[in-house]
């Protein structure tokens, strides 16, 4: 340039290198400076090297730690395992399967003042602090040093976020390096999750003693509670349980636990959360902790115990089996489950099974303990015996002297026993009942049975009793028990026959009737529950009065073939085609029963028997159902001006309807007439039928209406005779008798409805032939009933010619009436008087 100035850029470069020299000369002079140190310097060296070394373990360290610290940013997506919370079929919460006492609340749940007990008593400056309180971890280090090498724990000195870090990704153990990841983890923590969620966590999960994790779950558990409904000196209690959880809830620790909950009450004070008034108030408020707490838990344990089993089966048991499993999903699961029916159901079938029991004395100790094996009341507060009933307790014989005996229970308390039995002895687990100052041996029955109630249109099962009571063992005979059903699967034989050309008149001969089975099996023979034989009856008679060799010529009259494939439809069993099976030789079980009576009632239609309506997840979100039939057009946005979308039917069709009302119709006259007319005079269209198995072993009885079907099973778990005067009509009609008294405005009383196709028509109720001129009734010795046939299988209308021939001879009769001489007609109406009467009454039958 002509002015002799600088080009910019030129200037740049040029200032550019004169630092990067200024840089390079300062670099090379403290390297020259560090050689020299070095070589002259001993000191300087071994202080250079102790640095180095320092440092080096310092980054190990924080790389060890960091290395193995979980993701921080996992508590985002976290959710807290819940339990599994069911529902009954009108809403309410029945029962919930939990191993541990957890509530998830939402931070808007949390009341204020206990969140400032919960600061004040563990982290006052929670919301000012970014994970880590310098202060409280001086003092927690000091603490440590002062305690190293003794077996006492130091304070930990931990924030709110530090314990969720503890508690959610940690784990719980006693080390430096476990605090040092703690604190490092915290500070990630306060970095992906603000402090409302933190405190969530916290307040969720925070172990609290008697099983409780989290505040919701300890209110109930310490004060039966919801946390919106604490004082104030509740909430301090429940703030002082982190630092003991185990400890300040038992009566031994009242001192120490009031003293730590006056502290946490002085420091919410000294913080301002409430006024020294309001604390002076609160500390002088007892403890109040609940011993017992109230359950929402309906007496249906067999019932619940099939929910838990499916349950389990579909979506698992713990966490791990997947997000959505029982004891860690928080499920929310509505049942069929109907209180009212089930404790009718309950106390029907422990009315059975005492009433058969009778006074045949002490039947056995419920379980024996061994006093060997420790503690008495630890080992039968362990066994979870108990039964609901009356005020009955369980406890176990402590001591037996002679005519002396005493009986403990599971709380710790003892009291004198008496009405012993002989073979009472020490280490037995017995029921018992208060009798004065003292108490007094009960006996639960050894014989036992399963009942079941369901709704024929749907399936659905309302209610179900296993047993005596669920707490004296799981097992269900309603749905484990495999029996035989004896006389209750006859009504399955007539629809066969019924649906191969048969109709309720048609005339089957009851006399013996032998079968070759083979060379191996040879003849086999059958003959009537309580002998007797003889004449040809109709279909209805038969199965009113169970005769067994009629059922079995029906049965050999359609075919075993087809005998035996009516009841896999019906889904009793799968049996060989063996006559036998025609009499309940087969097993099956009380709900199975159950349900193909239910598909009498419901015209022929069989449905899965369910518990479960449907399922949701902890948000609410239907993640299974029974009820899975598709709805096209249901979710339109807006109406197509087409018809409304309905459902289809559920269900399989198994049977014609007009064969299953047939079916039904005739077993009405089971109960009017037959062997269920125990529950006649009850107002209601019932419909039954007794069953009784060779010994006999099983009692049973299956009926009800077109609304409700309930069946009853008893018997001995180990079957034995059970006496010859044991039958299904005096030891298990007498049950659903006793159930429908309790129920009995629950069910309703219309009439069975016929399907299409269905003629009823008036019969002669002994001969099965059409009746003219008369009006059916169900009286018990009605001479004329209705009866119900398919087209075209109704007896024939009589001729006119046979009319005629008829009115002819009746004219005659009485011409020749009116010629006799008076004295002789007297003695001849008499006698047509007397004959009349036995006409009238229905016969000998």
């Not at 959360?273 to 309906?298: D, H, N, Y």
Request: proline content about 5%.
């Amino acid at each position: 340039m002509s002015d002799g100035t600088v080009p910019f850029h030129y200037r740049i470069r040029r200032e550019a290198s004169g630092a990067f020299s200024q840089l390079t000369e300062g670099w090379h002079a403290l390297v020259d400076g560090f050689r020299g140190w070095w070589n002259t310097s001993g000191l300087f060296r071994w202080l250079f090297s102790l640095g180095a070394i320092g440092l080096a373990l310092l980054l190990a360290l924080y790389v060890y730690l960091v290395w193995s610290l979980p993701d921080a940013e996992s508590l985002t997506d976290y959710e807290t395992p819940l339990p599994t919370v069911v529902r009954g079929i009108d809403g309410e919460i029945v029962h919930s399967y939990a191993r541990e006492r957890r509530v998830q609340l939402q931070y808007a749940d949390f009341p204020r003042p206990l969140i400032n007990a919960f600061l004040s008593a563990e982290d006052k400056t929670f919301f000012t602090h970014g994970g880590v309180d310098l202060s409280g971890t001086l003092n927690a280090v000091v603490d440590y040093a002062r305690k190293y090498g003794s077996d006492e724990r130091a304070v930990g000195g931990s924030t709110i976020t530090q314990q969720v870090a503890k508690n959610l990704l940690l784990g719980d153990e006693y080390s430096v390096t476990r605090k040092l990841k703690e604190m490092v983890l915290a500070r990630r923590i306060e970095s992906v999750m603000s402090k409302p969620q933190i405190l969530t966590l916290y307040l969720n999960e925070i172990p609290l003693g008697r099983r409780s994790f989290g505040v919701q779950a300890a209110s109930r558990a310490y004060f039966d509670k919801d946390v919106a409904d604490l004082d104030l000196h509740e909430a301090a209690f429940l703030a002082i349980l982190p630092k003991a959880p185990e400890q300040y809830g038992r009566a031994k620790y009242h001192d120490k636990a009031v003293a730590r909950r006056n502290f946490v009450l002085d420091q919410m004070a000294k913080n301002d959360f409430i006024t020294p008034a309001e604390a002076r108030a609160a500390e002088a408020q007892p403890l109040g902790l609940v011993t017992q707490r109230t359950t929402r838990s309906a007496d249906a344990g067999y019932f619940l115990e099939e929910v838990r089993r499916e349950l389990i089966d579909r979506f698992g048991e713990t966490a791990e089996d997947g997000r959505n499993s029982v004891y860690a999903g928080g499920l929310w699961v509505r049942t069929s489950l109907d209180t009212q029916l089930q404790d009718a159901a309950r106390d029907a079938l422990r009315y059975g099974l005492l009433r058969y029991h009778g006074s045949r004395g002490w039947s056995g100790p419920i379980a024996t303990i061994d006093f060997d094996d420790g503690d008495w009341q630890s080992q039968l507060a362990s066994s979870n015996l108990g039964v609901n009933y009356k005020d009955w307790r369980v406890g176990v014989i402590t001591e037996r002297n002679g005519s002396r005996a005493t009986i403990g229970f599971s709380d710790g308390k003892t009291a004198p026993l008496i009405g012993l039995p002989s073979k009472l002895k020490a280490g037995d687990v017995i029921a018992a009942a208060p009798s004065g100052s003292n108490y007094a041996v009960r006996t639960i029955p050894e014989v036992s049975g399963g009942m079941v109630v369901e709704d024929p249109q749907t399936g659905r099962v309302t209610a179900m009793q296993g047993g005596f009571d669920f707490r004296l063992g799981s097992f269900n005979r309603a749905t484990q028990a495999m029996r035989q059903p004896g006389s209750t699967i006859k009504p399955f034989v007539y629809a066969t026959g019924l649906d191969h050309g048969m109709t309720p008149s048609t005339q089957i001969a009851n006399t013996s009737y032998c079968f070759y089975q083979g060379a191996n099996l040879g003849e086999k023979c059958f003959s009537n529950s309580g002998g007797g034989a003889g004449g040809t009856h109709t279909l209805r008679w038969g199965l009113e009065q169970s005769q067994n060799l009629m059922t079995v010529r029906i049965a050999m009259d359609a075919g075993m073939k087809n005998v035996v494939d009516t009841f896999k439809r019906m889904n009793i069993g799968d049996y060989k085609p063996y006559p036998a099976f025609a009499l309940g030789a087969g097993e099956t079980t009380v709900l199975r029963m159950v349900n193909a009576y239910a598909a009498l009632a419901d015209r022929g239609r069989l449905h899965n028997p369910t518990l479960i309506d449907y399922v949701q997840d902890r948000r609410g979100k239907v993640i299974w159902r029974a009820d899975d039939r598709p709805c096209e057009g249901c979710n339109m946005a807006e109406w197509d001006g087409k018809p409304m979308p309905r459902l289809g039917p559920t269900g399989k069709q198994v049977l014609d309807p007009r064969t299953a009302y047939q079916v039904t119709h005739m077993l009405e006259g089971v109960v009017i007439r037959g062997t269920g007319r125990r529950l006649s005079g009850m107002g209601l269209p019932l419909f039954g039928k007794t069953g009784t198995t060779t010994g006999p072993k099983d009692t049973w009885f299956m009926g009800g209406t077109q609304q409700r079907i309930a069946g009853v099973f008893i018997g001995f778990d180990n079957p034995r005779n059970m006496g010859g005067y044991a039958q299904g009509a005096t030891v298990a009609a007498p049950v659903l008798k006793k159930f429908i008294e309790d129920t009995r405005k629950r069910w309703d009383d219309s009439p069975a409805v016929a399907p299409p196709g269905v003629r009823m028509v008036q019969i002669d109720r002994v001969s099965g032939k059409r009746v003219f001129g008369q009006t059916a009734s169900d009286a018990v010795k009605a001479p004329v009933i209705w009866e119900a046939f398919k087209p075209d299988t109704e007896p024939p209308r009589t001729t006119r010619r046979e009319q005629l021939a008829a009115e002819r001879r009746r004219i005659l009769a009485l011409i020749r009436e009116a010629e006799r001489p008076v004295t002789e007609r007297r003695s001849t109406q008499g006698e047509e008087r007397r004959n009349d009467f036995v006409e009238q009454q229905g016969g000998i039958y």
